[in-house]
């Protein structure tokens, strides 16, 4: 069973520049989920889709973060216009319905912001 | 809003110790999962254990094993005979029909 695969591993970008990060979970799994995960510190929810629809995203910057899941599979996350404190991985994890079983996670994207 | 708390930033182990890691939740919720992540310096998330709420018995995996007292909301985590590739940040998480939070985390040294 192939697991959550995401894209790119690494990004730098200057800040106020733009960025996008994209996940493609593993097959069936309805719920997906994006992490902020700061040097040093636990993973932060952004948002969680179940299927393509947002089941939470309270702790999503409206401003400048967006995400989309487009057809209940692959999601992209984006950042625009980026500032330092954007600097973190983002993990993507899936799990095969809210609540139940573990996420399985991705490997994450670094994103430093200069 | 659910939240998980733990309280050991860091933790230092001998090799073939056993240690105890730390984990307290907060919820009104009845119906929920706990976990036990381990993120070594490669950062890609790996699940250690899992209990369900509505078990008693307490999870064990292996050398990995779970003290869940619900009452108290309490989830600690037993690694016994550590070994040197144990050394990593170890996540407690907690999920139910809403979302999956995680704790701070407690970094684990393992001595040789």
């Known amino acids: 069973e192939a697991g959550v695969a995401q894209s790119p591993r690494y990004k730098i970008i200057e800040k106020r520049q733009s960025v996008a990060f994209w996940c493609n979970p593993i097959?069936?799994?309805?719920?997906l989920y994006w992490y902020q995960q700061i040097l040093g510190q636990g993973p932060k929810l952004l948002i969680q889709f179940q299927n393509n629809g947002v089941v939470d995203d309270s702790q999503l910057p409206k401003d400048r973060f967006s995400a989309e899941r487009l057809k209940g599979v692959d999601s992209t996350l984006k950042i625009q216009p980026a500032k330092l404190e954007d600097s973190a991985v983002y993990l993507c994890?899936?799990?095969?319905?809210?609540?139940?079983?573990?996420?399985?996670f991705g490997q994450g994207t670094r994103l430093t912001v200069v | 809003a659910q939240t998980v708390t733990q309280s050991q930033p860091e933790m230092s182990v001998q090799e073939a110790e056993t240690v105890t890691l730390s984990c307290t939740y907060d919820t009104s919720e009845s119906d929920y999962y706990l976990f036990w992540y381990k993120q070594p310096p490669s950062r890609q998330m790996i699940l250690v254990i899992r209990?369900?709420?509505?078990?008693?018995q307490n999870a064990t995996e292996n050398r990995f094993s779970v003290n869940f007292q619900k009452a108290a909301k309490s989830f600690s985590l037993k690694i016994s005979d550590s070994q040197l590739g144990d050394a990593a940040m170890y996540f407690c998480a907690y999920s139910d029909n809403n979302d999956m939070r995680f704790g701070a985390g407690t970094r684990l040294t393992v001595k040789p």
């Open positions: 209990q369900e709420a509505y078990k008693q």
């Open positions: 994890a899936s799990s095969s319905w809210t609540g139940g079983p573990e996420a399985f």
């Open positions: 097959s069936g799994h309805a719920t």
